[in-house]
């Protein structure tokens, strides 16, 4: 049976939409979930997370929960680029989005996966959320946010491996994709390492299909290399 036989895709951006549209392309059913659907998903309103969950709860159990949802930038601010522009306001968008709404998506959406079955929960990170990998600083609140998001899946992996064994709980890095998240910053790119969505997209199921339980709590990039904590 494949891995998306079921899926929820959270997130209708550039990797989002993609993403489901490949598990759609490879046979599966999907629900798209995003501030637009029905029901919508805000990670800027907590409360629309439970009721998305509460919804979907008769259309279980689901195989799959991927969320694709995330914000480096905004036309109100920008990644930072010294401890000069720190502000709170920017930095608690980026956590509400990056880390607090996929922590929500867990504890409201882990009841609709299997107890006893495999399935498949995991969350867009960035390699520039690695500590140990960090050498040029900049971008405050979007590397904080994708290592907090990192710790919240190693976390939710160590509980859940006690009681969902066959389950696996992975960040994943996607790489540069040609999206809005990533368009003022392309030029600094290397050839060829620019990814179109759809490629993306299926990099990222593969990886996730190649995964166990015994991955269940890493952090792996689109080539599923794990990313250093």
Request: glycine share 10%.
């Amino acid at each position: 049976m494949s891995d998306f036989s079921n899926a929820i895709v959270i997130g209708q951006g550039g990797i989002g939409g993609a993403i489901a549209d490949a598990i759609e392309a490879r046979g599966g059913r999907v629900t798209r979930l995003g501030r637009q659907t029905t029901p919508p998903i805000d990670f800027l309103e907590p409360a629309t997370i439970e009721a998305a969950a509460s919804a979907l709860e008769a259309q279980g159990p689901f195989d799959a929960v991927i969320i694709a949802s995330g914000i480096l930038h905004s036309d109100a601010f920008g990644p930072e680029k010294s401890w000069r522009m720190l502000d709170a306001d920017p930095l608690t968008t980026t956590f509400a989005i990056n880390t607090i709404g996929p922590a929500l998506v867990a504890r409201h959406f882990i009841p609709l996966l299997p107890r006893k079955e495999r399935f498949l929960f995991a969350a867009l990170s960035a390699r520039v959320g690695s500590i140990s990998d960090n050498r040029i600083g900049g971008w405050y609140g979007y590397r904080a946010s994708k290592a907090a998001l990192n710790q919240i899946i190693r976390t939710l992996a160590i509980e859940l491996g006690r009681t969902h064994k066959e389950g696996v709980i992975a960040a994943l890095h996607p790489g540069t994709v040609d999206t809005k998240l990533s368009e003022p910053f392309q030029g600094n790119v290397p050839d060829k390492q620019l990814f179109s969505p759809e490629k993306s997209a299926n990099h990222l199921l593969d990886v996730l299909s190649g995964l166990t339980p015994e991955d269940s709590g890493g952090h792996f990039d689109w080539a599923g290399e794990p990313v250093p904590a």
